[in-house]
Nanobody, 123 residues
Framework: QVQLVEGGGGLVQPGDSLRLSCAAS????????VGWFRQAPGKEREEVSC??????????FYPDSVKGRFAISRDSARNTVYLQINSLKPEDTAVYFC??????????????WGQGTQVTVSS
């Protein structure tokens, strides 16, 4: 059974940093494409990062809205993907989800989803 479990969310102040984690079981993230999404109340889900499988050289993708502040990385030994978020802003407040698919490249639909972790940015 495939399971993705996010962690690392919390209540932080503007300007702080967080590192979210996405740990997988029953599934090897090294050979998967993994994405991070977020959904704020009343808003549509937004993809904020993607990392392609190792077979596609682990290419990364960020939308302009987060480029320069978000960084996705993979630790194959821990079967975990991370999302580093720097210079947090109140508008980053959302539930953050990770998703995975056995496909080499970003831009595909994801098969597996985690339950999400809440990030709240407030002074």
């Amino acid at each position: 059974q495939v399971q993705l479990v996010e962690g690392g969310g919390g209540l932080v102040q503007p300007g702080d940093s967080l590192r979210l984690s996405c740990a997988a079981s029953g599934f090897t993230l090294e050979y998967a494409t993994v994405g991070w999404f977020r959904q704020a109340p009343g808003k549509e889900r937004e993809e904020v990062s993607c990392i392609s499988s190792s077979s596609s050289d682990g290419e990364t993708f960020y939308p302009d809205s987060v480029k320069g502040r978000f960084a996705i990385s993979r630790d194959s030994a821990r079967n975990t993907v991370y999302l580093q978020i720097n210079s947090l802003k109140p508008e980053d407040t959302a539930v953050y989800f990770c998703a995975a698919v056995e496909d080499p490249d970003c831009g595909t639909e994801f098969d597996y989803w985690g339950q999400g972790t809440q990030v709240t940015v407030s002074s």
